[in-house]
């Protein structure tokens, strides 16, 4: 069942080539974003502001969402964690659409904000891996990712394929609102077709950050910094590594280091750092450093070609060369490997970290 690979986690991170493959397939026609398997329409018409809420793994995927949709779109995106969103007094509007992402569709919370939304007649869109879930079931309109059945506790392939689903919805608002000439939605739209292959290509690579791992499985205490949606991927990098391999494990916008975290940083700490937003990359540069300065040892994760990136860091892992916009579907390869030799090496339990379940059905 585990198709000869030793965890199931590792065998779905291997899979995320054929899951977005998968599901891509049927959403692009001619240059263009096509869902030709649910009309959108209903939901996204006159819509001038977009909620996005979730939990855990699939927040992450909303991060990135926010980003993406404000981006392509020209629409204001707010993104909250479910089980804040619900307690708080949400300023709806009536134009607004209520994006959810679940992975299981069975997340209490997110459901439990799905169902708000719709009380205050609220048009809601959900993004969802199980067909006839009860976040697909009860949502005006789902998009499906095509992950296929996940069984490891740590959300892998699903975040995969939610990252490309916000990247599809994000051109499709910008076709309808007329917010991108043409052809950068082309150029976009090719550069997604051709994301599967660069997975393919890190995956290739995962050797080099099992050694990686291996130098440092007997460390306490990590960080993840980025900026931009180098942060939304360090947020997912870092609750991938505490989560199965129990090192605490800290993202932050690396501006915000000199506001309090740097303190924290001392010889031999290590600090992940994705420096892939061309136009961050000399701040970047600067926040590393700031941390080398105090003894950090420096694992980076930087697009190809990125000039002097290779003096400053101790390791250093390349992406493949990519749009800014959708390096976060590459960046976030290293970073679940990472995670996962870090827990094999650490000989803790992959697949069933201790007091989690695959899916929150309880608030
Ligand atoms: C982390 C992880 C969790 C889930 C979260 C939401 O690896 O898997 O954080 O992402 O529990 O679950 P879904 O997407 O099923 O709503």
Excluded at 41 to 48: A, F, I, Q, S, T
Excluded at 164 to 189: C, N, W
Excluded at 339 to 359: H, Q, T, W
Aim: aromatic share 6%; proline share 3%; hydrophobic share 45%.
């Amino acid at each position: 069942e585990k198709g000869g690979y030793p965890h199931f986690m590792i065998k779905e991170i291997m899979e995320q080539p054929q899951a977005l493959r998968d599901t891509l397939r049927g959403r692009i026609q001619g240059g263009r974003v096509e869902f030709s398997d649910v009309d959108l329409d209903c939901c996204l018409d006159g819509v001038e502001k977009v909620f996005i809420v979730a939990c855990g793994t699939a927040y992450h995927a909303g991060v990135v969402g926010k980003h993406v949709i404000e981006r392509l779109a020209c629409l204001p995106v707010e993104v909250d964690i479910a089980s804040e969103f619900r307690y708080r007094d949400v300023l709806w509007g009536d134009k607004s659409l209520l994006i959810v992402i679940s992975q299981s569709g069975e997340t209490a919370d997110t459901l439990a904000a799905l169902r708000e939304a719709k009380k205050k007649g609220i048009r809601v869109l959900a993004v969802t891996n199980v067909v006839g879930s009860s976040v697909a079931r009860e949502a005006d309109r789902v998009i499906y990712t095509w992950a296929g059945p996940e069984i490891a506790v740590a959300s892998t392939k699903a975040y995969s394929t939610q990252l490309l689903v916000m990247y599809l919805l994000g051109l499709y608002l910008a076709q309808k609102r007329g917010t991108l000439p043409e052809e950068v939605i082309a150029s976009t739209v090719r550069e997604l077709r051709g994301i599967a292959d660069k997975v393919e290509a890190i995956l290739e690579k995962a050797g080099a950050v099992e050694a990686i791992a291996e130098k440092y499985a007997a460390t306490a205490s990590t960080f993840f910094i980025g900026r931009g949606l180098d942060y939304a991927v360090a947020l997912e990098g870092a609750l991938k590594l505490k989560e199965i391999s129990y090192v605490h494990a800290e993202a932050y916008a690396a501006g915000e280091l000199k506001h309090g975290t740097l303190a924290l940083i001392e010889k031999g700490v290590p600090v992940i750092a994705i420096v892939t937003q061309d136009e961050l990359q000399d701040k970047m540069i600067s926040n590393i450093k700031e941390v080398k300065a105090r003894g950090a040892e420096v694992i980076g994760i930087a697009k190809e070609g990125l000039a002097g990136i290779e003096e400053e860091t101790d390791e250093l892992f390349v992406i493949p060369g990519e749009d800014s916009l959708l390096t976060p579907m590459l960046t976030v390869v290293p970073l679940q490997l990472f995670a996962y030799y870090m827990a094999v090496k650490r000989g803790c339990d992959v697949d069933k970290p201790r007091n989690l379940a695959k899916s929150v059905t309880v608030e």
